[in-house]
Every structure is written in structure tokens, then in C-alpha cells.
T-cell receptor
Framework: GQNIDQPTEMTATEGAIVQINCTYQ??????LFWYQQHAGEAPTFLSY??LDGLEEKGRFSSFLSRSKGYSYLLLKELQMKDSASYLC??????????WGAGTKLIIKP | SAVISQKPSRDICQRGTSLTIQCQVD?????MFWYRQQPGQSLTLIAT?????????ESGFVIDKFPISRPNLTFSTLTVSNMSPEDSSIYLC????????????FGPGTRLTVL
């Protein structure tokens, strides 16, 4: 079967760094996405990885290891507005997105 | 990217009635999807809306309960039929374009409460 695992909830301090992990087992792989979703809002795109390595975009970076079926999202210089759910999704062999359950990130002052 | 609007943004409905949700995109898109997101949960794909043919439904979802239309490349509707309180959820439309490496853009969602 297809499976995406990520922690249910994480807590971090404003100004700190947090890493949200995602492991996956899917039938085929056409890339991995990270989305941010604030409470009551639609998900918004953060990053896309299809090759191994680190993609950096401002305060956010995303890493992929295809051989390990593993990705992480790294958030630096955390701000209160980063409090949200972070969704990991994998595009499978049919280019359909398989979604993880999401990680709720709580930022404390 | 694509700009997506959904109507209604929210509704409160009585058990046994039906609600049709509209999704409008500001450009022609290849693929349109309908998701459900229950409180505190991640996204569950209901179906892929295909232009000019029947929608492709995921396991656990059937056309009689969730009929979908897609008359052109910029518009789709999802109907939630014969509603029960278990259908209370957020319904999201998303689209993917051929030049966006299958990145999906989401509409603002429709928050449905069934009494």
C-alpha cells in the first residue's frame, strides 16, 4: 500500500529552528511536495523536490533522499505566523498526490 | 499559478438535502480535483474531474453521492447528495497545470455543516 508518515504535532520556540520529517512508501515517485495550511484556510505550496538534495527558499528548506524514502522541511528563524499544519505529499506513478496526515506546528514565544 | 474561487464559502444544511459547490479557475487547467478535509485531518481525494468525461472516483466515494460535472477547462461542480452530519467537512477544489510539475493549487474551500 501507499503510506506517508509525519509527526502529528511539534512545538518550537520563536526564533529557533525546527525540522519536520516525512517518510513515504508509494507506488512510483514523481516528486515530493510540502504545503502549509493555516487553520481554516486552504493549503499553500511551499516546496517541491524530485531530485536528492536540499532546496533552499528563504527561511524554508526541503531535503529529499529517494533511496531512503525520506524528506524533511526545515524552518529557520521561526516566527509566530509559522504556526500552522505542514503537509507532506508525494506524487505517485499516476501523478496523483498521496497526502500525509500533516504536522501541526506550535510556535511559543 | 492559478487563481481559484469556490462558492459557497460556507453553508449550513439540513439532513437529506443536497448542496452543489462550484469551482472556477482563472485559466484553462488540465486537471481538477475535489478533496474533503474533516476537522483536524489531512486531505482525502474524492475524485478527479475530467473534462468531457465522467469523473474518476477514489475508493469509498461514489457518483450517486458525489456527482461531479466539468463542462469546460475552467469550471467544475461537486454535489454532496442526501447529506448526513457525517458529511460535515471542508470541501476543497484544486487544479494542476501541465507546466507546474503537477503542483496543485487550492481554492479557499467550502465549509459545510450538516444538521
Amino acid at each position: 500500500g501507499q503510506n506517508i508518515d509525519q509527526p502529528t504535532e511539534m512545538t518550537a520556540t520563536e526564533g529557533a529552528i525546527v525540522q519536520i520529517n516525512c517518510t513515504y512508501q508509494t507506488s512510483g515517485f514523481n516528486g515530493l511536495f510540502w504545503y502549509q495550511q493555516h487553520a481554516g484556510e486552504a493549503p499553500t505550496f511551499l516546496s517541491y523536490n524530485v531530485l536528492d538534495g536540499l532546496e533552499e527558499k528563504g527561511r524554508f528548506s526541503s531535503f529529499l533522499s529517494r533511496s531512503k524514502g525520506y524528506s524533511y522541511l526545515l524552518l529557520k528563524e521561526l516566527q509566530m505566523k509559522d504556526s500552522a499544519s505542514y503537509l507532506c505529499a508525494v506524487s505517485d506513478s499516476n501523478y496523483q498526490l498521496i497526502w500525509g496526515a500533516g504536522t501541526k506546528l506550535i510556535i511559543k514565544p | 499559478s492559478a487563481v481559484i474561487s469556490q462558492k459557497p464559502s460556507r453553508d449550513i444544511c439540513q439532513r437529506g438535502t443536497s448542496l452543489t459547490i462550484q469551482c472556477q479557475v482563472d485559466s484553462q487547467v488540465t486537471m481538477m480535483f475535489w478533496y474533503r478535509q474533516q476537522p483536524g485531518q489531512s486531505l482525502t481525494l474524492i475524485a478527479t474531474a475530467n473534462q468531457g468525461s465522467e469523473a474518476t472516483y477514489e475508493s469509498g466515494f461514489v457518483i450517486d453521492k458525489f456527482p461531479i460535472s466539468r463542462p469546460n477547462l475552467t469550471f467544475s461542480t461537486l454535489t454532496v447528495s442526501n447529506m448526513s452530519p457525517e458529511d460535515s467537512s471542508i470541501y476543497l477544489c484544486s487544479v494542476a497545470t501541465a507546466d507546474s510539475y503537477n503542483e496543485q493549487f487550492f481554492g479557499p474551500g467550502t465549509r459545510l455543516t450538516v444538521l
